[in-house]
């Protein structure tokens, strides 16, 4: 990949490894597997982070949990068929992983840098309590036409400023990757816990 196709999707986070390897996919003989890495956030809670890594980045046939790791890579999308439906699947495409001693400064602990273009109309509400929150699609290019498609949660004065924001807007973003649990209803009587991954925004920049 260009260095520029790097530019313009750069994460990285350090976090202890919470599972084991499980095979995802091959490309041309190159085996990629699935870790959730387990981020700490400022506050006692984690964010529990997919991580697509090549076997030869890394032994996949280790029992690696409970090792701390810095991997950097990108934030890539995918569409994964279910029944009728499409669902975006999001996770860090490791790049370079690094196995770290003990790490103490949980403000480095997840960042992410994307430079994409909005590609479905914000959605802007406040909650109950007044907090106003944007929601964001974000498309950024890969080399050889593909785009990833990033979810991105913006809030207070970014809210605000980003709910202007129409289709096709360029946008840069910085951030942090994090983790949310939420209840699907499958149907009347079903449901479903699933988890969703997103871009918390602490910065935004309309390019013009």
Not at 111 to 125: A, H, N, S, T, V
Request: with cysteine.
């Amino acid at each position: 990949m260009s260095e520029k196709g790097m530019e313009n999707n750069k994460v990285t986070v350090i976090g202890v490894i919470a599972s084991e390897f499980t095979f995802s996919h091959a490309v041309y003989g190159e085996g990629f597997y699935q870790v959730d890495l387990a981020v700490n956030r400022l506050s006692e809670q984690a964010d529990i982070i997919p991580l697509l890594i090549s076997e030869r980045l890394i032994d996949v046939n280790t029992d690696f949990r409970g090792c701390t790791i810095e991997a950097t890579g990108q934030f890539r999308s995918y569409n994964r068929h279910e029944g009728m439906k499409n669902r975006l699947v999001l996770s860090v495409f490791v790049r370079e992983v690094n196995f770290m001693e003990e790490f103490t400064d949980y403000t480095k602990t997840n960042q992410i840098f994307l430079d994409g273009y909005i590609c479905k109309e914000p959605i802007y509400r406040k909650t109950p309590l007044g907090r106003e929150i944007a929601d964001l699609l974000v498309a950024v290019n890969r080399p050889y036409g593909k785009s990833d498609y990033i979810p991105c949660i913006s809030w207070g004065r970014n809210a605000r400023f980003a709910s202007g924001f129409t289709v096709g807007t360029r946008v840069m973003i910085w951030g942090r990757v994090q983790s949310r649990e939420y209840t699907k209803k499958l149907s009347e009587t079903e449901c479903e816990k699933r988890t969703a991954y997103e871009v918390s925004v602490s910065k935004l920049e309309c390019v013009e």
